[in-house]
């Protein structure tokens, strides 16, 4: 049982480069997310997909865009990376609110 | 603004000393709360959810309550294997916010 993916696990990157974290989720759940995590500051929300083409806005949603290229995949893309984009990003599914989200372990990104 | 604090934020345990965590909220009409166990370089795993006021739940050493302000999660005789951060995150009303997290108590049981 795989759950939610990540894709990749661990990423460094320069300021100002671009990358796209994956996320893919086994378990036909409509709704997707996408998380940062940093110290001291719990889980942030940066955007979600209630469903199927539709996304919408989290809390902290400035320098990121996202794709819901289906019902499985949501994808999460840093256009022009800045330091303050370091932390752990997370993905996570569900069958729609209020039922609990599963979570993916989590993509570390450094930005140099 | 929705608030979900936690406290404390780290607890030390000796294995068998059991403990209570704390989630306090300030969000109006909640349609959920939830509870994850977070162990070090790993996303964040299902615990409890809890809907209601007067509602528990349990699984092996760990209850979790709820009241219409806050919610406990209990730890029965702690086993080393329970260290972790516990998560607790509320489900406020309305279509435009989704989950809001709790900042973790972070868990250690001494053997």
């Known amino acids: 049982n795989a759950g939610v993916t990540q894709t990749p696990k661990f990423q460094v990157l320069k300021t100002g480069q671009s990358m796209t974290l994956q996320c893919a989720q086994d378990?036909?759940?409509?709704?997707m997310y996408w998380y940062r995590q940093d110290p001291g500051m719990g889980l942030r929300l940066i955007y979600y997909?209630?469903?199927?083409?539709?996304?919408d806005k989290g809390e902290v949603p400035n320098g990121y865009n996202v794709s819901r290229l289906n019902k499985r995949e949501f994808s999460l893309r840093l256009e022009s990376a800045a330091p303050s984009q370091t932390s752990v990003y997370f993905c996570?599914?569900?069958?729609?609110?209020?039922?609990?989200?599963?979570f993916g372990d989590g993509t570390r990104l450094s930005i140099l | 603004e929705d608030q979900v604090t936690q406290s404390p934020e780290a607890l030390r345990l000796q294995e068998g000393e059991s403990s209570s965590l704390n989630c306090s909220y300030t969000v109006s009409g909640l349609r959920g709360l939830f509870w994850y166990r977070q162990d070090p370089g790993k996303g964040p795993e299902f615990l409890f959810t809890?809907?209601?006021a007067g509602e528990e739940k349990e699984k092996e050493r760990l209850k979790a309550t709820l009241t219409k302000k806050e919610s406990f999660l209990h730890i029965t005789a702690p086993k080393p294997e329970d260290s972790a951060t516990y998560l607790c995150a509320v489900a406020p009303p309305g279509s435009a916010r989704q989950l809001t997290f709790g900042s973790g108590t972070q868990l250690t049981v001494l053997p």
């Open positions: 996570a599914s569900s069958g729609g609110r209020p039922e609990p989200q599963h």
């Open positions: 997909s209630a469903s199927e083409g539709t996304t």
């Open positions: 809890l809907y209601s």
């Open positions: 378990m036909n759940h409509n709704s």
